[in-house]
Structures are given as C-alpha cells and as structure tokens.
C-alpha cells in the first residue's frame, strides 16, 4: 500500500482562528485523498473526496465552507479548518489509495484541539 | 439500521486465545472487505483485505467473508498483549471509493 505522511500530529488553536492539516502521498500517486473525522470511541466518518486538480466532493452535513480542502498535486492534500470553535476540536484523518490496489492507507492522524 | 454493525466490546482476552472480531452489514451492494487495527490516537492501520466469500489467512490473522449472510469476521490465533487496540471493519460499495466503518470494537490482550 501507499505511504502516507500527515502533519501536523497535534495542534491547538484559539477559537476563531484557522489551522491546516497537510496530507502526503510519499510513494503513490493520488488522484483521489480521503479525509475522515473521528470522535472518541467513535468510528471515522469520512468528510469528503479531494480530487486533484478540481474541487472535493463533501459528504451530506459537512460544511464545505468551514472544512476547505486543496489538492493540487497528485502527491498533497491539506483540510483547512476555518473560523475554527470547540466542537470542530477533533482527530482528522486522511487517507489514499483506492480499492482495486489492496486497500487504503491511512495518515497518523491530527489531533484538533480547539480552545 | 446502521450500513455496518460492530460490537464494540471492549473484549479482554488472555494472552495466546483465539479472538473473533464480527461484522454485519445491511447492503448487499458492499463489495470489498477490510479490517484495520487501531492504536490509541493513530491512524487505522490495514490488516486483511478481501473481495471474495471465503477465507484469507496471513500469519496469525484469518479474514472470513459470508456475502450470503452479509457477515465478516476476523480471527486472531495465539494472541499477544501487542494485539491490544481497537479492530475496525470496513467496506465499500461496488465502483465506488467509499469506506464504510463499523464503530470498532476495542481488544485487549493481557499477559
């Protein structure tokens, strides 16, 4: 499978501000990057679709202004949280690959905390 | 209904038992199969991946698959404290990308 690096794995923000979180495919590459949420003791709910090169598809219920998502190369996607509140506070997760190569490959993982 | 069901344990086992980890999932259009494990605060690590009903054994992990009775398993042979963390199942619907998780269920292995 695919190696995936994320970044930042930890951050914490004042409320109002924005924080980016970078996705890299480091030996693949992705036309397509997954971004997922996960609360604790909850499972992932994936976010949306970034798709290189056009805009990302979002799930029902996610704000596509809040959760910006650029992927502009086939190898970096990033999720910028704007305006960010508590409740966005949160473990973001991303992920490549696809299922016709065994699978998908996910990032560590970021840890949001908004304060 | 929820697409997947999980039972989300947790499950405490001694070291060197047989684990099985279920999954049960409502739509027959789910065509491939996968169960990631879990340590606290990463990301999901990929364990088994399968397509077909039937069994697939790598090391001490067996991945089942009933595409009859909608229902996944994985088992876990001789296993290790190191085992302990939370096992994810997970699919996706025919021609699409999508992942589909089950809420996890959280395994720990004591010595």
């Known amino acids: 499978g695919a190696v995936v690096s994320q970044h930042p794995s930890r951050v914490i923000c004042k409320s109002g501000t924005s924080v980016k979180i970078e996705c890299r495919s480091l030996d693949f590459q992705a036309t397509t990057m997954f971004w997922y949420r996960q609360f604790p003791k909850q499972s992932l709910m994936l976010m949306a679709t970034?798709?290189?090169?056009?805009?990302?598809?979002?799930e029902q219920g996610v704000e596509k202004d809040k959760f910006l998502i650029n992927h502009a190369s086939l190898t970096l996607s990033t999720l910028t949280v704007t305006s960010a509140h508590p409740e966005d506070s949160s473990f973001y997760i991303c992920?490549?690959?696809?299922?016709?190569?065994?699978?998908?490959?996910f990032g560590s993982g970021t840890r949001l905390t908004v304060v | 209904q929820k697409e997947v069901e999980q039972d989300p344990g947790p499950l405490s086992v001694p070291e060197g038992a047989i684990v099985s980890l279920n999954c049960t999932y409502s739509?027959?259009?789910?065509?491939?199969f996968m169960w990631y494990r879990q340590y606290s605060r990463k990301g999901p690590e990929l364990l088994m991946y399968?397509?077909?009903?039937g069994n697939k054994e790598d090391g001490r992990f067996t991945a089942q698959v009933d595409k009859s009775s909608k229902y996944i398993s994985l088992f876990i042979r001789d296993s290790q404290p190191s085992d302990s963390a939370t096992y994810l199942c997970?699919?996706?619907?025919?021609?699409?990308?999508?992942?589909?998780f089950g809420t996890g269920t959280r395994l720990q292995v004591f010595p």
């Open positions: 997970a699919m996706t619907l025919y021609n699409t990308d999508k992942l589909i």
């Open positions: 992920s490549v690959g696809d299922r016709r190569n065994y699978g998908y490959t």
């Open positions: 970034s798709n290189e090169g056009s805009k990302a598809t979002y």
């Open positions: 739509n027959s259009a789910f065509q491939y």
């Open positions: 399968t397509y077909s009903s």
